[in-house]
């Protein structure tokens, strides 16, 4: 049988030897054992390491009754929140979704769209434009139920809402997601009878999204969460084998033994466009989570071959302190074949007969050699298809591997200190009542 993910780390022996390959993965072995019999920091954060069975067929059901009653009377559903509120959902519909679905028009499932991710007074507006003219409903997610982005916007959105529907059927067109006692969005959900769904205490924000977090957004969109769940499910059982192929353990040493050696910054690398947005929820995981006290791997991310265009000169040929992870995907979804052309004027018969695919297989091979070649070590984690069982095993392998990996270099995984600095500063810039002794300090620095 397929595994549902290899991970494959062959070109990264030019770079390590074989002893300091077995002495990473004997240490990953050991924070595994930390991780998985909860010994270490922020063990009141593993929660997540069990939402595949947690999130039974009672938490499924809950989520399905949100789609059955929203599914006739609404077209067009925001999701506000940000951070691990947010990205886990946007990774994956968008993975998940024709490219240009909302260019086809309407397949009969509600458009998702979302807010609270930024505070930009020209995206807010044009939301607005659509929302007004549509019939909506909203998802409002925050953890701690006070982050200053989601709360504006949805503050926006509930007056609208209320404008419009009426209190009544406003209340009836909005759903919270939040903490069971404590937060701002807590309270009000509680006073307006909003349906409400509990993040668990014990699960972070970015390790949520296999809680309603990710999942009622997912459903809402369409798409199969019991397989997504399955995904997970299936990937724990591979992640909690404590000896040689436990996927997650090899990327974590492997990772962890190139950033001892100087390979400070990760790219996650794909060969389509429907993982953007799944780069930049595994860049919120490993940034929150390993990027603290003067440490960690510095993640970023490309889109290939659109950015070998761009991007692809300094990988080559820049700073070498760079190494790629290659989010490889087997097969496609659908298949196109490149076409004979007699006159041959583009120069391109070679391709004929060729799937689009094997040209981009080709160029994923080709860049991969060049990289190593020019010195940018190479692991490449590989799943069949893009479906939400694989994208389940993928939200739960990268998690269990960043917890491993974080406590390698001996970081709690599960905080996130530095994300209070900039709110602190905003807070007492814009006025906040609490904040003036700040305000007055900041405002001298910039005179
Ligand atoms: O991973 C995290 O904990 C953060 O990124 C949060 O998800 C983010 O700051 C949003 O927080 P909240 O859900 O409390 O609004």
């Not at 893009?386 to 990996?405: D, H, K, P, Q, R």
Request: negative net charge.
């Amino acid at each position: 049988m397929e595994k549902i993910i290899k991970v494959d780390y062959q070109s990264v022996k030019g770079f390590l030897t074989e002893n300091e390959i077995s002495y990473a993965k004997e240490k990953a072995y050991g924070t595994y054992d930390i991780l998985t019999k909860g010994t270490g920091r922020g063990n009141d954060f593993l929660g997540w390491l069990d939402l595949p069975s947690l999130m039974d067929e009672e938490h499924v059901m809950k989520i399905e009754n949100v789609s059955a009653k929203w599914k006739e009377k609404v077209d067009l559903i925001v999701v506000v929140g940000i951070g691990g509120s947010y990205l886990g959902a946007k990774a994956a519909i968008e993975a998940l979704s024709h490219s240009f679905s909302l260019h086809l028009g309407s397949d009969g499932k509600p458009d998702i769209v979302f807010a609270g991710q930024n505070l930009s007074e020209d995206y807010m507006s044009e939301l607005m434009d659509l929302v007004k003219v549509r019939s909506s409903a909203c998802v409002v997610i925050s953890k701690s139920g006070t982050t200053t982005e989601p709360a504006v916007a949805f503050r926006i959105l509930k007056q609208h809402f209320e404008e419009k529907y009426g209190k009544t059927e406003s209340s009836e067109r909005i759903v919270a997601i939040t903490d069971q006692a404590k937060g701002a969005l807590k309270g009000l959900a509680t006073q307006e009878g909003y349906t409400t769904f509990v993040i668990p205490d014990d699960v972070g924000g970015r390790y949520s999204v296999l809680t309603p977090v990710g999942l009622l957004p997912i459903a809402l969109a369409g798409f199969d969460i019991r397989a997504m769940l399955k995904g997970a499910s299936d990937m724990k059982g591979l992640c909690y084998v404590r000896e040689d192929d436990n996927p997650a353990i090899e990327y974590a040493a492997v990772r962890n033994a190139l950033y001892s050696k100087g390979w400070k910054i990760e790219i996650l690398v794909n060969y389509n466009p429907k993982f953007q947005y799944f780069a930049e929820w595994w860049k919120q995981l490993f940034g929150e989570s390993e990027g603290k006290e003067g440490k960690g791997i510095y993640p970023s991310s490309v889109n290939f071959t659109t950015d070998l265009h761009s991007m692809g000169q300094y990988i080559q040929n820049g700073e070498r302190t760079l190494f790629e992870t290659v989010l490889s995907v087997r097969e496609p979804a659908r298949k196109m074949v490149i076409s004979d052309d007699p006159q041959n004027l583009d120069g391109l018969n070679f391709l004929s007969g060729k799937r689009l695919d094997e040209c981009n297989k080709m160029a994923e091979l080709g860049t991969r050699i060049a990289h190593v070649d020019g010195g940018v070590p190479n692991i490449q984690v590989e799943i069949g298809e893009i479906s939400e069982y694989t994208l389940g095993a993928l939200f739960y392998f990268f998690e269990f591997a960043c917890g491993v990996s974080a406590y390698m270099i001996e970081i709690n995984p599960f905080d996130q200190p530095g994300v209070e600095d900039y709110k602190k500063n905003m807070f007492a810039l814009l006025g906040k009542p609490g904040y003036e002794e700040l305000a007055e300090e900041l405002r001298k620095r910039v005179r």
